[in-house]
């Protein structure tokens, strides 16, 4: 039962460039979601997911894309990256009311 | 103003000490609250959730005061593995997919 797994663990963009970080959970959970993290900041909700094929905003979700194919994966697009994405993002699910599982992290630069 | 406001800290104890961490928050209509702890470059994992009536879990008390809108946690008997930032967590409206996270308070504990 390895929980949420996001991967890469970092990674290094170019401006302008794409990228998809990559998130599953093994829990069965419905609810999934991505946050992001500046530093001295509290996390910020940039997309969530209820279930498989429904999708919703957070409060950050410009410059993002997701989508929610299967129950176990909740991948997250940056199409054009700008330097003012360079956070830590982190995945994680629930289910109903239950705390939430995060993922490690992945550590994301824009240069 | 932001939504869920805690002092940044850091706060600086000797083990067995015992220390107190407030946080704020602004929206009234607030229903779910949350401790969750985040070690350096790790993923937050929930500490305790917060009740009307006041809960302890070991060495850990939180309470809640509506009527001030704010949150404390206490730590009594601190050791140094409790070294970390401390996240207070509430919910916008009553949905576990509207969690505000602070912005966390540093807690080092020193020998």
């Known amino acids: 039962n390895a929980g949420v797994t996001q991967t890469p663990k970092f990674r290094i963009l170019k401006i302008g460039q794409s990228m998809t970080l990559q998130c599953t959970q093994d829990?069965?959970?419905?609810?999934m979601y991505w946050y992001r993290q500046d530093p001295g900041m509290g996390l910020k909700l940039i997309y969530y997911?209820?279930?498989?094929?429904?999708?919703d905003k957070g409060e950050v979700p410009n410059g993002y894309n997701v989508s929610r194919s299967t129950t176990e994966d909740f991948p997250l697009r940056l199409e054009l990256a700008a330097p003012s994405q360079t956070s830590v993002y982190f995945c994680?699910?629930?289910?109903?009311?239950?705390?939430?599982?995060f993922g490690n992290g992945t550590r994301l630069t824009v240069t | 103003r932001k939504e869920v406001e805690q002092d940044p800290g850091p706060f600086n104890v000797p083990e067995g000490a015992t220390v107190a961490f407030n946080c704020t928050y602004s929206?009234?209509?607030?229903?779910?609250f949350f401790w969750y702890r985040q070690d350096c470059r790790k993923e937050p994992k929930l500490l305790m959730s917060?009740?009307?009536s006041g809960n302890e879990d070991g060495r850990f008390t939180a309470q809640l005061n509506r009527a001030s809108q704010y949150i404390s946690l206490l730590i009594r008997d601190s050791k140094l593995s409790d070294s970390a930032t401390y996240l207070c967590?509430?919910?916008?409206?009553?949905?576990?997919?509207?969690?505000?996270f602070g912005a966390g308070t540093r807690l080092a504990v020193h020998p």
């Open positions: 994680a699910s629930s289910e109903g009311t239950s705390p939430l599982h």
């Open positions: 829990m069965n959970h419905n609810y």
């Open positions: 997911s209820v279930g498989a094929g429904i999708t």
């Open positions: 929206n009234s209509a607030s229903q779910s």
């Open positions: 917060v009740y009307s």
């Open positions: 967590v509430v919910t916008r409206s009553g949905g576990y997919n509207k969690l505000i």
